[in-house]
């Protein structure tokens, strides 16, 4: 059994597809006045729209950063990727305790200015810690994957 | 030079193949006009395509995690090109632009694609020029 958590809260993930219908309608809707009406000088206009509308959908597909928990092997994944680490994998054994910290609290541990506004912090022992950025997420997702960690040693999910 | 050119072998005939489609691309099109016969026309524009794929799936390679984000972003960057070279030709030809020019613009962008990986930093140039 495994409980993954993409990236993005709900209404980021709205205001993308409001973007993305934005340029559809848009590039469909010039393209269409264009060759109605033969108005060629506006091709460039649809161009541009279909150009932009890709762009969103490029970006749309390469959204992938998510965390994962396999309850079957185990493991608590994440694909977020913080300062130079683009992911990594520990065991639930590993996992001491979890928090949700801010960012003052991160500063304890990290130096530097591009900190997250709050992050989902892993204990592995009182010094080390695997920390997921949680500003890409909303905070009741954040909570639900502690809640997660919290009832790993359980069966059910 | 030689060690080089042995290890890097299958780049540059990629690369080299790339160059010569580009080069009889333009003189089919241009000085022989082979390209009025459709059976022609349909090899050269298919051949384009595929290395116009090839060349983008070069690009998205290095950051593309899964196989089918690969495949997605592929088709959707070869997209991205079509439509962005021709809004700059679009721009270029400003008021003046037909159907006709239009084709000819797409054209040109189909026929520079299978060196779409040795231009893509004039390209940006150009698109950093443009941009002002």
């Known amino acids: ?157 | 030079m030689k060690d080089f050119m042995k290890k890097n072998l299958g780049s540059l005939s990629f690369f080299v193949l790339g160059i010569l489609c580009t080069v009889f691309s333009f003189l089919l099109c241009f000085y022989w006009s082979a390209l009025q016969k459709p059976f022609v026309a349909v090899a050269v524009y298919a051949i384009d395509g595929c290395f116009l794929f090839a060349n983008v799936f070069c690009v998205v390679d290095g950051f593309s995690k899964t196989r089918g984000r690969r495949i997605l972003n592929t088709l959707l960057g070869g997209a991205l090109y079509l439509s962005l070279f021709s809004t700059f030709g679009c721009y270029f030809f400003g008021d003046r632009i037909t159907p006709e020019l239009f084709g000819g613009v797409l054209q040109v962008a189909v026929f520079l694609a299978p060196v779409l990986v040795i231009l893509l930093p004039v390209y940006f140039f150009i698109a950093y020029i443009f941009g002002g």
């Not at chain 1, 809707?29 to 150009?51: E, H, K, M």
């Not at chain 1, 912090?121 to 919290?150: A, N």
Request: hydrophobic share 45%.
């Open chain 1, 1 to 157: 059994m495994q409980a993954k958590f993409e990236c993005y809260g709900r209404k980021k993930i709205a205001l993308v597809y409001v973007l993305l219908a934005i340029f559809f309608v848009f590039s469909v809707g010039v393209t269409f006045y264009t060759v109605l009406s033969q108005r060629w000088d506006l091709l460039a206009l649809c161009c541009g729209g279909i150009s932009l509308l890709l762009m969103v959908l490029l970006w749309l597909v390469n959204l992938s950063a998510d965390v994962t928990l396999d309850f079957e092997k185990r493991i608590f994944a994440s694909k977020v990727p913080f300062r130079k680490e683009e992911g990594w994998e520990i065991g639930f054994e590993e996992i001491q305790r979890a928090a949700i910290l801010s960012k003052e609290e991160l500063e304890v541990y990290y130096k530097g200015k591009f900190l997250p506004k709050r992050a989902l912090c892993i204990y592995l022992d009182e010094h080390q810690l695997k920390v997921v950025p949680g500003t890409r997420f909303s905070m009741l997702q954040l909570q639900q994957v502690l809640q997660k960690i919290e009832r790993r040693g359980e069966d059910t999910v």
